[in-house]
């Protein structure tokens, strides 16, 4: 499975902007899906993670309520729409799947097995 992440880019405090990712290489094939975010010297942060048939998304606590993440399996494609974003949402944002087999979300990087290159959220105040 290949990954790719989109839709970042330098955007001030409070404003919105959504995250793209596109999975290739399996087509048709559902996996749970996942959101982090690292910034330099820090561990990779979980964000968000959805599952196989979309239901009942899981957020981080930093994001809850500001961040929605769905899917679109008809386009093989996961969303990260964020609101009111602050400065401390600065991050490289990566997009990750874990085995088709397993179909319970993880809040750990660990869990996940294919990675997408990251995209770069930058927020100025």
């Known amino acids: 499975v290949q990954l790719q992440a989109s839709g970042g880019g330098l955007v001030q405090a409070g404003d919105s902007l959504r995250l793209t990712c596109t999975a290739s290489g399996r087509a048709n094939t559902r996996h749970v899906m996942g959101w982090f975010r690292q910034v330099p010297g820090k561990e990779r942060e979980f964000v968000a993670g959805?599952?196989?048939?979309?239901?009942?998304?899981s957020y981080g606590d930093d994001v809850k309520g500001r961040f929605t993440m769905t899917r679109d399996d008809t386009k093989n494609t996961v969303y990260l729409q964020m609101r009111d974003l602050k400065p401390e949402d600065t991050a490289v944002y990566y997009c990750?799947?874990?085995?088709?087999?397993?179909?319970?979300?993880?809040?750990?990087?660990?869990?996940?097995?294919?990675w997408g290159q990251g995209t770069q959220v930058t927020v100025s105040s």
């Open positions: 959805i599952s196989q048939n979309g239901g009942s998304p």
């Open positions: 990750a799947a874990r085995p088709q087999r397993i179909t319970v979300i993880s809040r750990t990087k660990s869990g996940y097995t294919y």
